[in-house]
């Protein structure tokens, strides 16, 4: 596959990095003891126009390909904390692109445009405490009074969830429907009703917040209902599927870093006189754990291109076939990446369990990525569905 990236996504690609970089690895340590980054990351991400690349000039983009978001995911991993990755990547690329999608213009200025800009901090409120894989199971319920929806129930495990000025919300409008009873609304957090039930702490990541939220009583116009009653599964489907290939291409890339800094500690660290990176064994292991990484960077890509040419060439849904590889990509990198990241932290010996060694931090952060966003099991069971065994 020729590069599918321009002068101008490397350009992008160096704004990107020199953020990461200078201004946000410096502060590591604090904000991984804060359990929290603060907001200003939101604000100064848009005014380099680090969050909206992908998205029209209409709604405050750059007007950019699919590939721009690819490079933003792949180059934010230089800030060496997968909690900022993260949040920065729901804010553009998991909370808000339905909104892009669906959203009427009013919509749109009211909370995609500020998100873009990183003035409004954006939550994606899918998961509850008694559905996940299963999201038909949702039941927070969205009934209907007048102009306006009721909205009772909890979601948890919300990435951005306890400083969001604004959740795309998965709710039942009906809820004997099953999966044809989902629609998305966009919930401001000032809405009376409204609540962060409690901050979670996590064994990774811990510069993002993730929270559980609750609703009671909670009235939301009918306006901001996106796209149409009752199709939210259908839409969820599809917004997943920028979800999962942005993640696959940033764990790939926080994986190559991981692997770089192995083999830079390997050549210095001497064990029965000898660097351990001149050992037969590690040799041929990382040759292998190399392989297995350009294998998932390829995957992702086939998957990023596939997306890139339903979306911005076609401008059409994401086809089957897209969904298909993108699971894939998913699962594949879910495995393999976890096990290159553990082989890192045991080349480092006791070094490895030690805080102060980068390895540790991305060790444990890199495990999220089998679950996040759907698990390795549930899109196994997708695929072989969509593939009729
Ligand atoms: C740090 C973090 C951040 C998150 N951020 C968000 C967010 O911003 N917004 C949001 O909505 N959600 C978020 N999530 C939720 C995440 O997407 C879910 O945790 C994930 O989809 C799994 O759902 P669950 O936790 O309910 O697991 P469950 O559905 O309870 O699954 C339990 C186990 O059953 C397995 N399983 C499920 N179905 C099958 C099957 N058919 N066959 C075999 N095994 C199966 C699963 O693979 C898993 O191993 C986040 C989660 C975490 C941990």
């Not at 996940?132 to 951005?160: F, L, M, P």
């Not at 919300?169 to 009703?193: M, Q, R, W």
């Not at 390895?359 to 072989?384: K, M, S």
Request: charged share 25%; proline share 3%; hydrophobic share 40%.
């Amino acid at each position: 596959m020729p590069s599918p990236f321009t002068e101008e996504h490397i350009h992008f690609r160096k704004t990107v990095r020199s953020f990461a970089e200078k201004e946000l690895a410096p502060h590591i340590e604090e904000w991984e003891r804060d359990e929290l980054f603060p907001n200003w990351v939101f604000k100064r991400a848009g005014e380099l126009g680090i969050l909206g690349a992908h998205y029209p000039e209409a709604v405050g983009g750059s007007g950019g390909d699919f590939w721009f978001a690819v490079a933003k995911s792949e180059e934010l991993t230089a800030c060496r904390m997968a909690g900022v990755t993260m949040g920065l990547l729901v804010q553009a690329d998991m909370a808000t692109p339905v909104i892009n999608d669906l959203g009427t213009p009013e919509q749109k200025a009211e909370f995609l445009t500020p998100a873009i800009r990183g003035e409004k901090i954006a939550a994606l409120g899918v998961t509850e405490p008694d559905a996940g894989s299963d999201v038909s199971a949702i039941r927070t319920w969205a009934r209907k009074d007048g102009d306006d929806y009721i909205v009772n129930g909890s979601k948890t495990y919300i990435t951005n969830g306890t400083r969001a000025d604004f959740v795309t919300l998965l709710v039942k409008t009906n809820p004997d429907a099953g999966a044809h009873g989902c629609s998305f609304i966009v919930v401001p957090t000032a809405t009376k009703g409204f609540g962060v039930s409690k901050k979670l702490k996590k064994i990774g990541n811990h510069s993002s917040d993730t929270a559980e939220l609750h609703f009671e009583d909670m009235r939301v116009p009918k306006r901001y209902l996106l796209g149409d009653e009752n199709l939210g599964f259908m839409y969820l489907m599809q917004n997943f599927q920028s979800e999962r290939i942005i993640g696959c291409t940033s764990a790939v890339a926080g994986v190559d870093r991981m692997l770089g800094d192995a083999v830079r500690y390997g050549r210095d660290r001497v064990v029965f006189g000898k660097p351990i990176i001149k050992r037969e064994y590690w040799q041929q292991k990382f040759v292998d754990l190399y392989a297995k990484l350009e294998a998932g960077r390829a995957l992702s890509y086939k998957g990023a291109e596939s997306y890139n040419d339903d979306k911005y060439v076609r401008k059409e849904a994401v086809s089957m076939e897209t969904v298909r590889i993108i699971s894939m990509a998913k699962i594949f990198i879910g495995e393999a990446m976890t096990e290159i990241s553990d082989q890192c932290l045991q080349f480092h010996g006791g070094a490895g369990y030690i805080e102060e060694f980068d390895v540790a931090r991305a060790w444990r952060d890199q495990r999220l990525f089998r679950i996040g966003g759907g698990t390795t099991e549930t899109l196994r069971y997708y695929v072989a569905k969509i593939m009729g065994f």
